[in-house]
T-cell receptor
Framework: DAGVIQSPRHEVTEMGQEVTLRCKPI?????LFWYRQTMMRGLELLIY????????DSGMPEDRFSAKMPNASFSTLKIQPSEPRDSAVYFC???????????????FGEGSRLTVL | AQTVTQSQPEMSVQEAETVTLSCTYD???????LFWYKQPPSRQMILVIR??????QNATENRFSVNFQKAAKSFSLKISDSQLGDTAMYFC???????????FGKGTRLHILP
């Protein structure tokens, strides 16, 4: 498997624009997580899905953020409208969870670095 | 809510030395999982080691081992014979099995000096 694939790797946009980050999880993984990494706040969990269903979105900062998982192989994180304080690296991770032989390990993508000017 | 605290924002050690990274957590759960993840400068995060709370034996993976003190809610990572390739950000993480949500500490930036 190619691992978790995120796009774009880098995104520079202007304040007020819509940003869409994309993620393809590892096939067979039931869980998908979106994290945001900043120097000040470290790694924050934004939202996670189990079998395409959002389980906990309490980490989503505000209504400008939304995430979807229309099928088992694709998820998006959208910011509309974007603001400079949204600048961060956004990570997607998938996991088999603890079912069967699962260890709960997270498999991360390479991240999307977002800069909002 | 669970919290994970890493009290050392940054550390530097000489190559071949042993270094210990601290992590404490807060939970009322009796069964849970703890992890250490490594994020090298290339940014890709990878799992270093994993500990199940109901196992008293400390986990080890080659040069990496943990000191798990359940009563003290402490989970430190020891890196023996440190190598230049160990230079990275290290994150401690907690998972409660019932919801599979994984919470991370803020990380410790480790520099291995030649």
């Amino acid at each position: 498997d190619a691992g978790v694939i995120q796009s774009p790797r880098h995104e520079v946009t202007e304040m007020g624009q819509e940003v869409t980050l994309r993620c393809k999880p590892i096939s067979g993984h039931d869980y998908l997580f979106w994290y945001r990494q900043t120097m000040m706040r470290g790694l924050e969990l934004l939202i996670y899905f189990n079998n395409n269903v959002p389980i906990d979105d309490s980490g989503m900062p505000e209504d400008r953020f939304s995430a979807k998982m229309p099928n088992a192989s694709f998820s998006t994180l959208k910011i509309q409208p974007s603001e400079p304080r949204d600048s961060a690296v956004y990570f997607c991770a998938s996991s088999p969870g603890l079912q069967g032989d699962g260890t709960g390990e997270l498999f991360f993508g390479e991240g999307s670095r977002l800069t909002v000017l | 809510a669970q919290t994970v605290t890493q009290s050392q924002p940054e550390m530097s050690v000489q190559e071949a030395e042993t270094v210990t990274l601290s992590c404490t957590y807060d939970t009322s759960e009796s069964n849970y999982y703890l992890f250490w993840y490594k994020q090298p400068p290339s940014r890709q995060m990878i799992l270093v080691i994993r500990q199940e709370a109901y196992k008293q034996q400390n986990a080890t993976e080659n040069r990496f081992s943990v000191n798990f003190q359940k009563a003290a809610k402490s989970f430190s990572l020891k890196i023996s014979d440190s190598q230049l390739g160990d230079t990275a950000m290290y994150f401690c993480a907690f998972m409660k099995p019932r919801d599979d949500k994984i919470i991370f500490g803020k990380g410790t930036r480790l520099h291995i000096l030649p």
